[in-house]
């Protein structure tokens, strides 16, 4: 395997990254029959762009050369988000206190190109994201139906803490959550 290598990259900078993300994002996925996948890149656009603007916002991407061939980002979780609204099982009290925005960080997209899947770069990425956040936690949420995705962020010491219903012009009605420590 060629050698991967992981930059941090900041709001400002992954800007000017964004076609490339698309592209990346795009590749992760894949043609699914019968989806126009323009309507989900362009989605995934509307996200990444939103997030730019996020507390503490960061990207790490995955490079072997000049590709770019996966990318991880995301950002402090403010207490105003909303973030745990709807989730079911009910949290225990404090659960949702975020102390000031600096207790949880969402992991908000892990994506790596069809090519490079189950070479490690996932796994990669993930690491060197949360090893540099200084949140006590991190939170992230999937698909409620892709059990093999569940089971590899429990193999990476996530826990799923329930599922949550979609926002407004979410790709799926309810989203499983999942919650790791990271202190």
């Known amino acids: 395997m060629t050698d991967v290598t992981y930059d941090r990259v900041n709001a400002a900078d992954a800007a000017g990254l964004m076609d490339t993300l698309c592209e990346v994002y795009a590749d992760a996925y894949g043609e699914v029959p019968g989806e126009d996948a323009n309507v989900k890149t362009d989605a995934f ?12 916002y960061e990207l790490v991407t995955a490079r072997t050369g000049d590709e770019l061939v996966g990318f ?21 009290p ?3 206190d ?5 207790r949880t960080v ?8 069809k090519a490079w899947q189950g070479k490690g770069v996932g796994r ?17 949420t999937a698909n409620p139906v892709a059990t093999a995705t ?31 420590q990271l202190r």
Not at 45 to 56: E, Q
């Open 72 to 92: 991880v980002f995301g950002y402090s979780l403010r207490q105003d988000r909303n973030w745990f609204a709807g989730l079911d099982p009910a949290p225990e």
């Open 106 to 113: 969402v992991l908000a997209e892990i994506e790596v190109r």
């Open 150 to 180: 569940h089971a590899l962020y429990q193999r990476w010491g996530w826990q799923r803490v329930g599922t949550i219903p979609g926002r407004p012009g979410a790709y799926y009605r309810e989203y499983a959550m999942f919650v790791r």
């Open 94 to 96: 404090g659960f949702t």
């Open 98 to 102: 975020e102390r000031g925005g600096e």
């Open 124 to 140: 990669g990425l993930h690491n060197e994201f949360l090893s540099g956040r200084r949140e006590e936690r991190a939170t992230l």
């Open 45 to 56: 656009r509307d996200r990444a762009t939103a997030a730019l603007s996020a507390r503490n």
